[in-house]
């Protein structure tokens, strides 16, 4: 194509296709067979139910946090999970606080709370001021959160979503006053955090995982497999490059510096480096057209 | 002639920054033409808005999943279609075929497709402002536990708002430069408020970690399970490798044992320490990665493709 565009690794482009062919296929296939799919155990899902319930006995609310990122698929998963949480909350009457960093987040998620009521049969037991705004700026907002948990001395809790470093003032401050903690973030850095200071923790894609394993609906289930037979993929691919990778690392160039000699190749010569990530050719506009 | 209508059309939602009276989005700032866009665009977002509340019930779900599938539609052409170099390149220098206008064309047109979500965004945090200023109002008019709390905060609110505004003003007219010199009591009161109270009280919450650290990691290194007793040992590990005076002590011991032995090399600190974070920490972070991307991929494509039920069904 001229030179001029720059068709940056394809086969990374083939391989997100293939992903995502892989997911639809089980979607599909989950439908058929009305998601009687096979998924492993998870403690920290287990949990939930014990934290409402709780929280129910003590008649203390049970508060959720979605992360403190814009609205994208993380905080969509997360007011997934937190449906499911208002579900079982409303069947109690246990009061809920939900707290959003975001203002979309916010109205997305006062949507989907109040249609859990609505479906539950309980539309007057919504109190709207349970999903809050409560500030756009990361620490303003742990010190809202903070605050809630003190005044309120919520029973049970679940941060689920991007955090950063709010975690662990949240964590540890739910921790003071002696409520469960169900946590999961999608941040890396963040996960060791969780996993020192709460209760129970998802870790990775078991946040995904999370409302197909409480909903069981096929559509979620059959998309959960499709991303293990991904992962699978993904396994056989890192293992496949490596060994290509191994196999091009005993190859000989003839070296430009010293004529007559020969070196290895560089990191950005090697076919895997090309394959996904090729080298940005040169161009310049020729003053005119093709 | 095909290419005709291709140059014709394609210009039109993309806003190329080399000509601008190519396409509809954009006007001289100030000008009336700029107003009038502003006023149609209004209208044509709430008109739009009114025909989906107004639409049957029945119909509204596709109507949404349509538009989401044509926003979504455009993020994945830019990820799939070969992209231009240099997407600065003056329209008369740029090369001419179908693929090369669409590659183009998708460049200019992703400062355009960002802007409507900034414009949405902006809309909703009104919605969270009213959100916040009725919970604290209702508290102070009832009176409710705490109240004090909700003044102060309804006060900072209305303050802050009134001096970033009238100091965003000041500079506007008079210049960054001349309020910078004269330090009108506008500049005064942005400054104490956003520099001199919430950068200092936000910088106080974030202090707070290290002493969170500090009661976390004393709860989690307890020796209590074979889990919890391989984290204390590679934290630790990996503490007294950052201590100079630890390292220097032990790898000295290592080496008056074999300097030139390579096996007993391996048991520095610095090396154990490496060993540990390149072959057993780095691989579980990149494995954890790619389920969290897969994970997001999927539903990411749940939403796209309107096959997520989120809420109460």
Redesign the interface.
């Known amino acids: 194509?001229?030179g001029?565009?720059?068709?940056?690794g394809w086969l990374g482009?083939v391989f997100?296709l293939m992903?995502?062919g892989f997911?639809?296929l089980n979607?599909y296939r989950a439908r058929k067979t009305s998601g009687k799919l096979f998924i492993r155990r998870i403690p920290g899902l287990n949990a939930i139910d014990d934290s409402i319930g709780r929280a129910t006995e003590m008649g203390k609310p049970v508060l959720m946090v979605p992360g403190i990122g814009?609205l994208n698929?993380?905080s969509?998963?997360a007011?997934?999970i937190f449906?499911y949480v208002t579900?079982t909350a409303a069947k109690f009457a246990n009061p809920i606080r939900l707290c959003?960093l975001d203002?979309?987040v916010?109205?997305v998620a006062?949507?989907?709370i109040r249609?859990?009521?609505?479906?539950?049969g309980v539309p007057e037991n919504y109190d709207p001021?349970s999903?809050?705004?409560?500030?756009?700026?990361?620490?303003?907002f742990?010190?809202g959160v903070s605050?809630i948990i003190l005044?309120e001395r919520t029973a049970a809790a679940f941060l689920m979503g991007e955090f950063f470093?709010e975690s662990?003032?949240l964590?540890?401050t739910l921790?003071s006053i002696g409520a469960i903690q169900v946590a999961c973030s999608?941040e890396?850095t963040q996960?060791p955090?969780f996993?020192?200071?709460c209760d129970y923790v998802l870790?990775?894609?078991e946040?995904?995982?999370a409302s197909a394993y409480l909903s069981r609906?096929p559509?979620?289930v059959g998309?959960?497999v499709?991303?293990d037979w991904?992962?699978l993929a993904?396994a056989a691919t890192i293992l496949l490059g490596a060994l290509v990778n191994s196999a091009d690392g005993l190859k000989r160039v003839p070296d430009e510096a010293n004529e007559g000699q020969t070196r290895a190749l560089k990191a950005d010569e090697k076919m895997i480096t090309d394959l996904f990530s090729p080298k940005?050719?040169e161009?310049k506009?020729?003053?005119?057209?093709? | 002639m095909e290419a005709g209508w291709r140059h014709a059309v394609i210009p039109w939602l993309a806003q190329a920054p080399a000509a601008p009276a190519l396409n509809m989005w954009n006007a001289p700032a100030g000008t009336p033409e700029i107003w009038m866009k502003v006023g149609i665009a209004m209208l044509a977002g709430f008109g739009l808005l009114a025909a989906l509340i107004a639409a049957p019930t029945r119909l509204r779900r596709p109507i949404s999943g349509a538009f989401i599938f044509l926003a979504g539609l455009f993020w994945v052409l830019v990820f799939l279609f070969p992209k231009p170099i240099d997407s600065q390149t003056p329209h008369e220098q740029r090369p001419r075929g179908f693929v090369q206008d669409v590659s183009f064309w998708l460049a200019d047109a992703i400062p355009v497709v960002s802007n409507f979500s900034n414009i949405l965004t902006a809309f909703i945090l009104g919605l969270g402002v009213f959100s916040l200023v009725r919970i604290h109002l209702m508290r102070v008019a009832k009176k409710q536990n705490d109240w004090p709390f909700s003044v102060v905060l309804l006060v900072s609110m209305v303050a802050m708002a009134t001096f970033g505004y009238w100091d965003w003003k000041t500079r506007l007219d008079l210049g960054g430069a001349k309020v910078d010199e004269a330090w009108p009591l506008a500049a005064y009161g942005k400054d104490l408020l956003f520099d001199g109270m919430l950068q200092v009280m936000e910088a106080a919450m974030f202090s707070l970690i290290a002493f969170f650290i500090l009661s976390a990691a004393y709860r989690a290194f307890r020796i209590r399970s074979v889990e919890a007793t391989i984290l204390l040992c590679a934290a630790l590990i990996a503490m007294l490798n950052l201590m100079g005076a630890v390292v220097v002590t032990w790898d000295g011991m290592i080496e008056s044992f074999g300097k030139d032995n390579a096996f007993v090399m391996n048991f520095t600190l610095s090396s154990v320490a490496g060993f540990i974070r390149d072959n057993l920490q780095t691989p579980g972070i990149r494995a954890i990665d790619f389920g969290i991307g897969l994970g997001a991929l999927a539903m990411g494509l749940r939403l796209w493709l309107s096959l997520e039920r989120v809420g109460g069904n």
Do not use: H
């Not at chain 1, 249609?115 to 539950?120: L, N």
């Not at chain 1, 506009?285 to 093709?290: E, I, L, S, V, Y």
């Open positions: 194509m001229d001029v565009y720059y068709e940056k482009v997100t992903v995502a997911i639809l979607i814009t698929a993380i969509v998963q007011l997934q449906a579900k959003c203002p979309a916010y109205t006062q949507e989907i249609d859990v009521y609505q479906t539950e001021d999903v809050r705004f409560i500030s756009d700026r990361q620490f303003a742990a010190a605050g005044r470093a662990l003032i964590a540890e921790n999608t890396i996960t955090f996993v020192a200071a870790i990775g894609d946040f995904y995982a609906q559509v979620l998309s959960l499709g991303q991904s992962k993904i940005k050719p161009w506009p020729a003053g005119g057209t093709q």
